[in-house]
């Protein structure tokens, strides 16, 4: 019997906007983020009315395409993803779509692309509002952005504005990364440039602030004197697969740590913004991390799988995948212990935990409380009684779980733990979003509230460029078999505090 659809919710409050009508220019159109994720979101805002009818897309690659080949692939992946989609928006979607052929160093060829811009801003009744996606190596976003400068492309005026979305990695360590960002910088204004994080975008990463300072009951407890400690996992069942070639240049902690699950820290523990505007959010994380002492080696754990077991199905090891060197010392896990050095945090540990080929898929936040000072329920001494945890799924299944003591129904006193939960797709009866369409739905608004400045993405590679460099110059990640939750050096990380992994 399929689930009754739930009822609407009381007190539920939207604020929803249709950006302007913009022009969407996808650099690596042929690539497979454009096709696995960006064209899909695109789509699902059209069915939701939240972009305008005189909106289009325009794919650039140097791959030789023509406008029906390059629809006949959007057609392709709208059709695998939304098989129960009206062919009618289908249709109309495809028609809006446009391929343009050149490539990423010559000034001959931006010339060109302004040229079709204007035909196609013309064609839409457009005045010159372009948000340009790099869905390109990082060695490519400096040429891109200085050419679509010489171009004019970047110049706004009036009611016309130029956008720059860029992936990560944003750089390899604190000189790469400042490098990049003032070829960016050089082309275009800070207002202009929006760096992704994926993940601060994300349901239950939003909902952080909502739980935490729209409700009165989490908010005073959020600080040292009730949270003992917070946990934030990323786990993954997979290993490197296609990505093998990326992964050996960059690894872990370039790939997630000093980004994803460091943006999380900060959205747990940052300070109430004065306002729910960009700046004023950005201020409070950027302040978070000024906070955050400084790592020493010993605070870090490094991992790498051998072969293992996952759910049955016998798994090579790391330096066995393709395109892996024989004698990789390329971190697959890390966990870490940080400090945030303030009033509010002082004294609790934040524990950070990243793996490739654990037993299975799963991001959370777990907020771990103080337990309660005596026990009053004898024979059950302090200790027996555990303490409450509020977890933040972030995936697969998005919600909250609150972990509380309970009394188990019967004549005698006996003590259990009790969770109560929910997900998003219970309570509202659909499925979350996918990150993509929020971040380029609030780039065609120009809200800049969950992309990362440039101050806050200098501090993050300040933390952990000592790291990176450490273990570039020397020493071996310790093993850990595939299917299992990490190398034996993570749980002395967080042992020799007294604490524990949370179970996942």
Known sequence: MANPTPPPLRGEFCVETVPQSCGLVIFGASGDLVHRK??????????????QRTFYVLGYARTEMSDDDFRATVRADLTQRFPAADPAHVDSFVACCHYHVGGYDQPADFAALARRLQQLDAQYSLSGRHLFYLAVPPTLFGAIANLLRQAGLTAETGDTWARLLVEKPFGRDLASAMALD?????ALAESQIYRIDHYLAKETVQNILVLRFGNAVFEPLWNRRFIDHVQITVAESLGVEERGGYFDHAGLLRDMVQNHLLQLLAMVAMEPPVSFEADRVRDERVRLLRAVRPLPPAEVVRGQYTAGTIAGHPVRAYREEDKIAPDSRRETFVAARLWVDNWRWQGVPFYLRVGKRLPRRVSEIGIVFRPVPHSIFAPL?????????????????????LTIQAKHPGPRLCLSRLTMDFTYQEVF????????????????????????????MEIAWSLFTPIVEAWEAEGEPEEYAAGTWGPAGADKLIEEDGREWLPL
Do not use: I, W
Request: glycine share 6%.
């Open 38 to 51: 960006l064209l899909p979101s695109l789509f699902s805002l059209c069915e939701k009315g939240l972009l």
């Open 182 to 186: 003032r070829e960016l910088r050089q």
């Open 381 to 401: 001494s302090q200790e027996d009684l555990h303490p409450n945890v509020l977890r933040l799924n972030v995936q697969p299944d998005e919600g909250v779980a």
């Open 429 to 456: 009866g659909q499925e979350p979003p996918e990150a993509y369409e929020r971040l380029l739905l609030d780039c065609m608004l120009g809200d800049q509230t969950l992309f990362v400045r440039h101050d806050d």
